[in-house]
């Protein structure tokens, strides 16, 4: 246990240290495993730099600086502080890259569902066909080897995993939970960024940039707002009404023209075939000239 003057003299060095950066980050600790948050340490360095201390002796080293006066109410029991001069974004998606997959543990709620698939188990037989089947898994032993006979979905999305299914997905090797690290808050120069904005990424606004532009191009085409982005479609839209129009009321405008008479000879060679040639009237003999 640090004695008085040595806690003052720790709260005084890491004052200075965090002076030393510009970017401040709070990275909860709270169900972090150990070994994830080594991980995220070793990646880190050597120019960034993890420090985990009291919430008491980190508060002490805050006081005086404004910068970090929103990153208070931030800072719990289990927290380590990230000091760095990268930038805040690249930092966090390096930080957040981490993750580990979790077993999972009776009475907790599946993230998804948990699929089963048939084939053949690395487990050898024994008790653990007995332990298998009473997680409702089907099970046989072919050649020696353990043996799922049917696929199936073992546990449903929101349900809750039971001791029996928690044991088998165990010895299935199964981790259907997923855990990471992740800054909540950063300051960067003064500039306070939360979470929400930290995990705005450059697919993100992309993404988005796109679906808005697709939704703004479609609503200026259909209200006929010319932008360069719709003019050709509009243009070509016009003149397919323009020529409907026209053929319409039989207007004699060039382009009207040529399809009105083109229209009108489908017609009349559709007549003559349709129509059949009279037969020749018979001839009449004249009238005798001294006829009575």
């Known amino acids: 246990m640090m004695l008085k003057a040595q806690k003052v003299e720790y709260a005084k060095k890491l004052k200075a240290e965090i002076k030393k950066y510009k970017v401040v980050g709070v990275l909860p600790l709270a169900s972090l495993p150990d070994r994830l948050l080594q991980k995220v340490k070793n990646q880190l360095k050597p120019d960034t730099k993890v420090v985990i201390a009291r919430k008491s002796l980190v508060m002490k080293a805050m006081e005086g600086d404004e910068r970090l006066d929103k990153l208070k109410p931030f800072i719990e029991k289990n927290v ?56 409702g898994i089907d099970v046989k032993i072919e050649k020696g080897k353990v043996v799922i006979g049917k696929s199936k979905v073992l546990v449903a999305k929101d349900a809750k995993i039971s001791l029996a299914v928690a044991k088998a997905l165990k010895m299935l090797d199964i981790k259907p939970f997923e ?114």
Do not use: C, W
């Open 80 to 135: 380590a502080l990230v000091l760095t001069n990268k930038n805040a974004f690249e930092i966090h998606t390096l930080i957040s890259s981490n993750r580990l997959k979790l077993s999972a543990k009776p009475n907790q709620i599946s993230p998804e569902d948990i699929n089963i698939e048939s084939g053949e188990t690395t487990i050898a037989p024994g008790q653990a066909v007995t332990d298998l089947k009473a997680a």
């Open 179 to 292: 855990i990471g690290a992740s800054l909540q808050v950063i300051v960067d120069n003064g500039l306070f960024i939360t979470k929400d904005v930290l995990n705005i990424t450059p697919e993100l606004v992309t993404t988005q940039i796109a679906q808005g532009f697709a939704v703004a191009n479609t609503l200026t085409t259909n209200i006929g707002y010319v932008t360069p982005y719709n003019i050709d479609k509009l243009v070509k839209q016009g003149y397919i009404s323009a020529m409907g129009l026209g053929l319409a009321t039989k207007s004699y405008e060039p382009g009207v023209v040529e399809k009105l008479l083109a229209s009108a000879v489908s017609q009349a060679i559709g007549i003559a075939v349709e129509v059949p040639a009279e037969a020749e009237a018979p001839a009449v003999e004249p009238a005798p000239e001294n006829a009575a």
